[in-house]
């Protein structure tokens, strides 16, 4: 295939050289018929590829007629030559740089049948009954599959394209720039160009929309990319068929285990995006309707094909999103009390992992379907940070060090602010980022990272549901992408397939689960044991309500005591926990209320 490319390429190289020689043919000297022959050249010449059945039959009827007259003993080794030519195209594509089986098929069928009209043409003449009218049926039967092959019409687009573009290059203001080489390929096709000298790649890119006007596509179709290796090259590169402009349809999970990257859906150049979530820690924003559940649900209908890892779910919206899930998580909080234990059991896994690796010396977990990854899923994160902070000071602790001991954090929020994130370090610490539409440009560094829209991630501009842009490691270009559609039907059908090979947690880890230390809130490591209590009083909520609800000169400690029933220096604990992270102030002495709630962090 890449061999044909690159042939394809030479003839196009070809091709450009002998550019200034086609005139030459073609030169009338001003006597009326000659002009008409001249444009009845050029004519034909700019049809060969269309005319190319009618002319071979042509040909065929010439060959046929000579051989007759001349050596019409000849006719066993035009039929052998034949025989070995279609082998050889069936085998090879060769000479006709047939690359898709379908074009094989067609070739070796094509030569064949020529080779066995010829012969028989030889033999017995031309004109003997039925060779003409074999001939006629030939050129429909041969004709329409020919006229009508995609792949054969963008080739003869592009030739065309290519003779054309030193004056597409003047009228869009690129003059002097030439085409270097050219391929067709699935999509549409990509030519190298190289510029005039102090022309840049920058200049092309703001040329975009009239380059799709000059070569005839419809808006959007065209896209530039640098040449790492030339400042003075650049590819641009033409997709015929937009594989965004429908949803597509999700086929099946890409992977069997959390150690291979999962395909999360297509670039526009139709590459697929291949992201690997071990060890990662990643951020999906977006407005509402962006799509973010639907990437959620292709990340989850993956994983949950693996047998090497542990899904947790939070689902603060009542469990809409993550609960078609339920059959394949081991847990999922839908309550900020659930919320809380459920991130606070993950940093007592991680700190299981990780006394146990420091005495095994070992430095990392490696997930096995016996020591799973263990990923939280948080589906509207922003529902976390403002009803249980404390679960998201704890997802802080797991995104600060649980990479090594494979404790992930996923979470989908729709403006991540720091505020949004809890105002702690979870969103610094989020290696993949997956944006959706935003509504305003300066969103985009709020989910893909400050500097990102200056440097050309432009999620404002993402026109569908389920199209993102992605940073990631080895994903660092502003490459629009459309999320696969994963149906409810789909979720359904997945979430019972995968069911029964889903892994409990090892050992290990299900006996951290319950002894989850509160070091960030009270630095001394000691054991809180039941401050979360079941059912619906939360304790953490009610104070965190309280002090949220708290008039401006703040709640009094006896106040906060007598309304979540907890003992003062739990009180203070959470109290001082609240301050640390900007959540909470003390107004005077003794009284508390929450920090504005309605302000958004400077650092948002
Ligand atoms: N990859 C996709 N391709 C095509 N359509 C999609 C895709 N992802 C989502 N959609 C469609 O977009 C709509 C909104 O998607 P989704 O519910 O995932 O958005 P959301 O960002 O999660 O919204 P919300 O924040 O309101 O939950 C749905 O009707 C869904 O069918």
Same mark, same amino acid.
């Given at each position: 295939?890449?061999?044909?490319?690159?042939?394809?390429?030479?003839?196009?190289?070809?091709?450009?050289?002998?550019?200034?020689? %086609?005139?030459?043919?073609?030169?009338?000297?001003?006597?009326?018929?000659?002009?008409?022959?001249?444009?009845?050249?050029?004519?034909?010449?700019?049809?060969?590829?269309?005319?190319?059945? /009618?002319?071979?039959? /042509?040909?065929?009827?010439?060959?046929?007629?000579?051989?007759?007259?001349?050596?019409?003993?000849?006719?066993?080794?035009?039929?052998?030559?034949?025989?070995? /030519?279609?082998?050889?195209?069936?085998?090879?594509?060769?000479?006709?740089?047939?690359?898709?089986?379908?074009?094989?098929?067609?070739?070796?069928?094509?030569?064949?049948?020529?080779?066995?009209?010829?012969?028989? $043409?030889?033999?017995?003449?031309?004109?003997?009954?039925?060779?003409?009218?074999?001939?006629?049926?030939?050129?429909?039967?041969?004709?329409?599959?020919?006229?009508?092959?995609?792949?054969?019409?963008?080739?003869?687009?592009?030739?065309?394209?290519?003779?054309?573009?030193?004056?597409?290059?003047?009228?869009?203001?690129?003059?002097?720039?030439?085409?270097?080489?050219?391929?067709?390929? =699935?999509?549409?096709?990509?030519?190298? *160009?190289?510029?005039?000298?102090?022309?840049?790649?920058?200049?092309? =890119?703001?040329?975009?929309?009239?380059?799709?006007?000059?070569?005839?596509?419809?808006?959007?179709?065209?896209?530039?990319?640098?040449?790492?290796?030339?400042?003075?090259?650049?590819?641009?590169?033409?997709?015929?068929?937009?594989?965004?402009?429908?949803?597509?349809?999700?086929?099946?999970?890409? =992977?069997?285990?959390?150690?291979?990257?999962?395909?999360?859906?297509?670039?526009?150049?139709?590459?697929?995006?291949?992201?690997?979530?071990?060890?990662?820690?990643?951020?999906?924003?977006?407005?509402?309707?962006?799509?973010?559940?639907?990437?959620?649900?292709?990340?989850?209908? #993956? &994983?949950?094909?693996?047998?090497?890892?542990?899904?947790?779910?939070?689902?603060?919206?009542?469990?809409?999103?993550?609960?078609?899930?339920?059959?394949?998580?081991?847990?999922?909080?839908?309550?900020?009390?659930?919320?809380?234990?459920?991130?606070?059991? $993950?940093?007592?896994?991680?700190?299981?992992?990780?006394?146990?690796?420091?005495?095994?010396?070992?430095?990392?977990? #490696?997930?096995?379907?016996?020591?799973?990854?263990?990923?939280? *899923?948080?589906?509207?994160?922003?529902?976390?940070?403002?009803? $249980?902070?404390?679960?998201?000071?704890?997802?802080?602790?797991?995104?600060?060090?649980?990479? %090594?001991?494979?404790?992930?954090?996923?979470?989908?929020?729709?403006?991540?602010?720091?505020?949004?994130?809890?105002?702690?370090?979870?969103?610094?610490?989020?290696?993949?980022?997956?944006?959706?539409? =935003?509504?305003?440009?300066?969103?985009?560094?709020?989910? &893909?990272?400050?500097?990102?829209?200056?440097?050309?991630?432009?999620?404002?501009?993402?026109? %569908?549901?389920?199209?993102?842009?992605?940073?990631?490691?080895?994903?660092?270009?502003?490459?629009?992408?459309?999320?696969?559609?994963?149906?409810?039907?789909?979720?359904?059908?997945?979430?019972?397939?995968?069911?029964?090979?889903?892994?409990?947690?090892?050992?290990?880890?299900? @006996?951290?689960?319950?002894?989850?230390?509160?070091?960030?809130?009270?630095?001394?490591?000691?054991? &809180?044991?039941?401050?979360?209590?079941?059912?619906?009083?939360?304790?953490?909520?009610?104070?965190? @309500? @309280?002090?949220?609800? @708290?008039?401006?000169?703040?709640?009094?400690?006896?106040? /906060?005591?007598?309304?979540?029933?907890?003992?003062?220096?739990?009180?203070?604990?959470?109290?001082?926990?609240?301050?640390?992270?900007?959540? %909470?102030?003390?107004?005077?002495?003794?009284?508390?209320?929450? $920090?504005?709630?309605?302000?958004?962090?400077?650092?948002?």
């Amino acid at each position: 295939m890449e061999l044909a490319m690159r042939a394809y390429s030479r003839r196009h190289r070809r091709m450009l050289r002998n550019r200034n020689a %086609a005139p030459l043919m073609l030169v009338a000297d001003g006597n009326g018929f000659a002009d008409v022959l001249a444009a009845l050249g050029r004519l034909l010449y700019r049809y060969r590829s269309e005319l190319a059945p /009618l002319t071979t039959v /042509l040909v065929l009827a010439m060959a046929g007629e000579l051989l007759h007259t001349e050596h019409p003993q000849w006719w066993p080794y035009v039929a052998g030559a034949a025989v070995v /030519l279609a082998g050889v195209v069936g085998a090879t594509g060769a000479p006709f740089r047939a690359e898709q089986r379908s074009e094989r098929v067609y070739a070796t069928a094509a030569v064949f049948a020529a080779g066995g009209w010829l012969s028989a $043409a030889a033999k017995l003449g031309p004109s003997r009954d039925p060779l003409p009218t074999l001939l006629g049926l030939a050129v429909l039967a041969g004709g329409l599959p020919w006229w009508t092959h995609r792949r054969r019409r963008m080739r003869v687009t592009v030739d065309r394209t290519i003779q054309a573009w030193p004056d597409i290059a003047e009228q869009v203001g690129l003059a002097g720039s030439r085409v270097l080489s050219a391929v067709v390929d =699935v999509w549409g096709w990509r030519a190298r *160009i190289a510029l005039r000298g102090g022309q840049t790649v920058a200049d092309v =890119v703001a040329h975009v929309p009239a380059i799709e006007s000059g070569l005839g596509t419809r808006p959007g179709a065209v896209r530039v990319e640098p040449d790492p290796a030339h400042a003075g090259r650049a590819t641009i590169r033409v997709l015929a068929t937009d594989p965004h402009a429908e949803a597509i349809r999700w086929t099946g999970p890409s =992977v069997r285990s959390i150690t291979q990257p999962i395909t999360l859906g297509v670039f526009e150049d139709a590459t697929p995006v291949r992201v690997s979530f071990l060890r990662r820690h990643a951020l999906i924003g977006g407005i509402a309707g962006s799509g973010k559940s639907g990437i959620l649900n292709v990340i989850v209908a #993956n &994983l949950a094909a693996c047998a090497d890892v542990v899904l947790w779910g939070i689902d603060l919206k009542g469990g809409m999103e993550l609960r078609p899930w339920l059959s394949c998580m081991d847990r999922l909080a839908t309550t900020p009390a659930e919320a809380t234990q459920l991130q606070r059991d $993950a940093v007592g896994i991680l700190e299981a992992r990780a006394k146990a690796m420091g005495e095994d010396a070992a430095r990392v977990w #490696n997930p096995s379907p016996q020591h799973p990854a263990l990923i939280i *899923i948080t589906d509207e994160y922003a529902e976390l940070a403002e009803n $249980a902070p404390l679960a998201a000071d704890a997802a802080d602790s797991v995104a600060r060090r649980g990479r %090594a001991l494979a404790v992930t954090e996923l979470a989908a929020t729709q403006r991540p602010t720091q505020k949004a994130m809890g105002n702690g370090a979870l969103r610094a610490q989020m290696d993949i980022r997956i944006g959706l539409r =935003v509504r305003e440009r300066r969103d985009t560094d709020l989910i &893909l990272g400050q500097g990102m829209l200056a440097a050309g991630w432009h999620a404002h501009t993402l026109d %569908a549901p389920g199209k993102f842009l992605i940073s990631a490691e080895g994903l660092d270009h502003p490459r629009r992408a459309r999320g696969f559609l994963v149906t409810d039907e789909d979720v359904a059908t997945e979430a019972a397939r995968w069911a029964p090979i889903r892994p409990p947690l090892d050992d290990l880890s299900a @006996a951290a689960v319950g002894t989850a230390r509160d070091a960030e809130a009270d630095g001394s490591g000691e054991v &809180l044991e039941g401050e979360i209590v079941d059912g619906s009083v939360d304790p953490e909520s009610v104070l965190w @309500a @309280a002090l949220r609800e @708290a008039p401006d000169e703040g709640v009094t400690i006896p106040e /906060l005591i007598m309304t979540t029933g907890m003992q003062r220096t739990w009180i203070y604990l959470r109290l001082q926990q609240h301050a640390r992270n900007g959540r %909470a102030v003390q107004v005077s002495r003794g009284r508390w209320r929450a $920090a504005d709630p309605h302000r958004e962090s400077p650092a948002a």
